[in-house]
């Protein structure tokens, strides 16, 4: 089945062509992959014409007012041309069979939840300097990147445990994406909601997920966090109050753009 790779990216265009080279040599490529971009920023032109010649590439963006990830990932689902939607973040770097394990994995009433590994400082800059070959398991070791187990390919193991889902490594069927409202773009503060909230209202309309451990990989560049616990704890009590509301439908999602997009 066709399968639309979104990528949501804001200005760490070093770290997103690292990305792009690596959905280049998927063993299935994507037939959309859609850049997701929560700003409008010229700078980006350059790495899109080199890979728009490599890749079917579609560039959104929207006026950068904040943190809108939700919204501007509903406007890449309205963009999507295919059923099965896999999502990433501009500064994760895909196993070569990263594609392909969403999409044996995604159906209706069944969304799928990779991991990430995350590298550590030095091989990070490594990476964004010279490349992704850069991403040796010896040297993550040697510098102290941690969970270095979420790196290894199983063919044949597959994790039965309920998966905790990220917002970099999902997969969902554009039909259930649709049930839900997409996601709630009342979450406009980053580190929590987008993921969290849109797990909670699938598993509440009664639907499963499939772990990806091990099958869908992807190694996520180390980059500097500022300190978010006030942004977090706001979002978690919306959270809260919603989950005591109880809808699995969201009220402030997909159709709030309908009649808006792309010109919202």
């Known amino acids: 089945m066709p399968i639309t790779l979104i990528i949501t990216v804001y200005k760490d265009y070093i770290s997103l062509e690292r990305v792009l080279e690596s959905v280049c040599i998927q063993d299935v490529v994507p037939q959309q992959v859609i850049i997701a971009h929560d700003t409008i920023d010229d700078a980006i032109d350059p790495l899109l014409a080199q890979f728009s010649k490599l890749l079917p590439i579609d560039h959104i963006n929207q006026q950068d007012t904040g943190f809108n990830k939700n919204r501007i990932l509903n406007k890449a689902v309205m963009a999507s041309k ?38 550590d400082a030095r091989t990070s800059a490594l990476v964004r300097e010279k490349g992704n070959s850069m991403i040796q398991r010896l040297r993550m070791l040697k510098n102290g990147t941690k969970r270095v187990e ?27 994406l649709e049930a ?17 909230d849109l797990e909670y ?11 990806l451990r ?5 190694y996520h560049l180390h980059h500097e966090r500022p300190s978010r616990e006030q942004d977090i704890s706001q979002s978690k009590q919306l959270f809260e109050e919603k989950k005591e509301i109880g809808y699995f439908y969201c009220e402030n999602g997909l159709s709030t753009l309908r009649d808006k997009f792309p010109h919202e």
Not at 180 to 196: R, V
Request: hydrophobic share 35%.
């Open 82 to 119: 295919n059923e099965q939607l896999v999502f990433i973040d501009g500064d994760c770097v895909l196993h070569p069979k990263f594609v392909v394990a969403h999409q044996k994995g995604i159906q209706k009433g069944v969304f799928t939840a990779g991991r990430r590994l995350d590298l």
């Open 150 to 176: 979420e790196g290894f390919y199983f063919r044949f193991i597959q994790s039965h445990k309920k998966p905790r889902l990220l917002g970099c490594n999902m997969g969902w069927h554009r039909h259930d």
């Open 180 to 196: 839900l409202n997409g996601f709630d773009m009342d979450y406009t503060l980053p580190g929590f909601g987008e993921d969290t």
């Open 201 to 211: 209202r699938a598993y509440r309309s009664g639907m499963k997920a499939k772990n």
């Open 214 to 218: 091990w099958k869908a990989i992807q």
